[in-house]
């Protein structure tokens, strides 16, 4: 499974970036507004930090608006993803996109259907959002699953990146359906690797390592 980060704030990029664990990055319109800078520059900022994937999104509605809006991003580096939104001018933005080389991913993704469709344009990424499906009580992960089987069964290439992950739980039930990829808030990235045990067996490791009086350097 692939590891995206989902956040424009560039410390937290390049900090996970030096762990060699991060494939990709997404932002969205509301994490520019958060990091509070100039889209086009952080975006370039990011794809300068990381060798993967990096989704910057169209605000236009209407597909010509987002086609021009989609070459000036793709345009600000080799590995820009463009990400549209799963409506017809967004499906038919993506067809053109991807026809030009451009790799797109198709946002706000909330049934198999609309998930099928950006298959059939041609969809490098298909986003479906699990925390916002949970929040309504829909079971986001079962969209999830629902996806795997129908790209599985017509050999969609298609990749399912499951967004809207709130939790470590969320991360590793994506995995165990099959997502490709998983982009993952940075705390909750950095929760992967927790566990009180491993705390606690850590600290007696070492209690008894001071007991012996040796040294490895
Ligand atoms: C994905 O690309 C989106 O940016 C993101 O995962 C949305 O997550 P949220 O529902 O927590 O805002």
């Known amino acids: 499974m692939k590891f995206f980060v989902d956040t424009a704030d560039i410390a937290d990029i390049k900090d996970l970036a030096s762990t060699g664990l991060l494939d990709g990055v997404t932002t ?14 952080v975006v370039a900022e990011i794809c300068a930090a990381v060798a993967g994937p990096v989704s910057a999104e169209v605000t236009a509605l209407d597909a010509e608006t987002m086609l021009k809006e989609g070459r000036k991003l793709a345009k600000i ?52 959002f699990i925390g916002r499906l949970d929040d309504i009580n829909l079971d986001g992960m079962e969209l999830i699953h629902e996806i795997r089987t129908i790209y599985d069964n017509y050999e969609f290439s ?24 998983a982009t993952v808030p940075p705390a909750v990235l950095r929760g992967l690797a ?5 705390d606690k067996g850590l600290e007696q490791f070492l209690a008894d390592w001071k007991k012996t009086g040796q040294k490895i350097l």
Do not use: Y
């Open 158 to 181: 298609t990749e399912i990146l499951a967004a809207s992950i709130r939790t470590a739980n969320h991360v590793k039930e994506a995995a165990m359906v099959g997502a490709d990829v």
């Open 194 to 198: 927790s566990h009180p045990l491993t």
């Open 77 to 128: 580096a080799k590995n820009i993803a463009v990400k549209v939104p799963l409506t017809w001018d967004g499906l038919k933005a993506c067809k053109v996109l991807t026809g030009e080389g451009t790799m797109v991913n198709v946002t706000l993704c909330f049934s198999a259907n609309q998930a099928l469709l950006a298959a059939k344009v041609g969809a490098t990424f298909i986003s479906p």
């Open 28 to 41: 969205n319109p509301s994490l520019i507004a958060k990091s509070g800078r100039d889209f086009l520059e």
